[in-house]
């Protein structure tokens, strides 16, 4: 993919590449500028988008940082700036202006977009939303109320709900009315007992008079509902009260179960879903797992690997998930020289026989950092680490790992893998805990050979 313009030149390339067992399409996930990576998809991709959501800046007027748990104790922790949320409110307008200009050129017409914002921003958005998509297009404006935190407020109520404006591109846009009526509640199904199966239905010859009525001709079942999903949402609770399962420890991560709500009403199987301010990858996970196709764009480098690691191990539940493709923007070159003074992370890495193994691995940024803190620094390199990933046959352009060693919460990487037969040329990415990566390469496969990068 290549764009140009008078002022600035650049270029996306695939270079990672994540298989699964069925592939027509590869989901993609892009780290650059969402506004210029945008401008270049309109050419594959306008008016073929059926659902965007976007968790955008809010004009918070704050820094977020991610909390990283150092391994090395239960208690020790470094913050690492992820992104700024700091706006004149005049630029932050024209930066969002700019870019809902472009997604609603990439929507289908029976397509539609979910905004998700707070009180900073919202009667803003709404501004420009009717501007771009047109007052006649709105749908909703959806609370999502979370739990309420501890906090004063001396002169206000204590904020505790984010809005979601939902717009449809047209009048003609899908919407699953099926998708939003709620399950039945435990009560129900506990009134019930034997009698309603896991679907919530219950058959026609154990139904009472009167819901054999509500059932209808032909002694169908009567299905037991929990109602309809109302513009209101309170049962889904805040990463950080709920979900550990999905915390991802990236600032402002979202619930995959609040996504599921609007790709289900927004959506069908093998519709494309579009979030270009993809952060943890929570839009994207929740879109793999509805069986929807996925394309984000972040310009954070961590975000990329935040995501990338949470769709690896979804691909790995289950292979029938499509797997995806990272691509990078790179800027021309304008000649300008780095600085001579930066230190660089080094690894020490041997190869015998048929054993590849990491001897030591030194990332001199987070070193800097837990020294500040004044925190030991193990002789154990592992704790310093957060993902291995190899390619046993790299082609020189795409990196395609077919050994990835993502450990479990509170686990370490193994630190010596395996040489598979027929490897050629060894490309190794090594991570560490600020989720900086150190990639080697290793020219081809020797019997015996020691390397320090």
């Known amino acids: 993919m290549k764009k140009t313009n008078n002022s600035n030149k650049y270029i996306t390339q695939r270079k990672e590449t994540y298989e699964s067992s069925c592939n027509k399409w590869k989901n993609r996930i892009y780290q650059g500028d ?7 998809l309109l050419d594959e991709f306008s008016g073929k988008i059926n659902m965007i959501y976007i968790d955008p800046p809010f004009n918070s007027k704050v820094n977020y940082y991610r909390k990283i748990n150092t391994k090395q104790h239960a208690d020790s922790f470094i913050k690492e700036k992820q992104f700024s949320d700091i706006w004149v409110q005049n630029e932050y307008l024209s930066f969002m202006h700019e870019r809902l200009v472009l997604m ?12 998700h914002c707070d009180w900073h921003v919202n009667h803003h958005m709404r501004i420009l939303l009717d501007d771009i998509f047109g007052p006649e297009n709105f749908r909703n404006e959806i609370a999502w109320c979370y739990a309420v935190n501890k906090g004063r407020f001396s002169n206000k109520f ?15 846009n899908y919407f699953n009315r099926e998708a939003v009526r709620m399950k039945p509640s435990p009560a129900t199904i506990k009134r019930w007992g034997s009698y309603a199966d896991e679907n919530g239905e219950v058959p026609y010859n154990k139904l009472t008079p009167g819901m054999k009525k509500a059932a209808g001709k032909g002694e169908k079942p009567y299905l037991l509902r929990g109602g309809i999903q109302v513009d209101w949402i309170n049962k889904i609770p805040g990463i950080n009260s709920g979900f550990s399962n ?21 959506s069908k199987p093998g519709d494309l879903v579009f979030d270009c301010f993809m952060g943890s990858g929570t839009t994207a996970a929740a879109a793999i797992k509805l069986g929807r196709c996925f394309i984000g764009i972040d310009s954070n480098p961590a975000a990329i690997i935040t995501t990338s690691k949470r769709l690896l191990k979804i691909i790995k539940t289950n292979p029938e998930y ?22 660089q992370s080094t690894a020490d890495i041997s190869i015998v026989k048929e054993l590849l193994t990491i001897n030591n691995f030194i990332p001199v940024k987070l070193i800097q950092k837990l020294k500040l803190k004044e925190t030991p620094v193990s002789n ?22 077919t050994l990835i060693d993502i ?4 686990a370490l990487v193994k630190g010596s893998y395996k040489i598979p037969k027929n490897t050629g040329i060894i490309r190794i990415k090594i991570i560490d805990l600020l989720l900086e990566p150190l990639e080697i390469e290793i020219p081809e496969y020797i019997d015996s050979l020691k390397i320090s990068s």
């Open 246 to 266: 999905e915390k991802t420890g990236y600032p402002t991560q979202k619930p995959e179960k609040l996504l599921e709500i609007f790709i289900n009403a927004s």
């Open 407 to 410: 450990p479990e919460k509170g």
């Open 158 to 172: 204590p904020p505790r709900h984010d809005t979601i404006l939902f717009y449809a591109k047209s009048s003609g």
């Open 104 to 115: 609603h050129k990439l929507l289908s017409d029976a397509g539609s977009i979910y905004v």
């Open 380 to 401: 154990d390199w592992r704790l310093l680490v957060d993902s291995i990933m190899i390619d046993f046959k790299y082609n020189g352009k795409i990196f395609r790992p």
């Open 322 to 343: 499509h797997g995806f493709d990272v691509y990078y923007q790179e800027q021309e070159d304008r000649g300008e020289s780095k600085s001579p003074n930066k230190q």
């Open 34 to 40: 969402n506004l210029k990576i945008m401008s270049a």
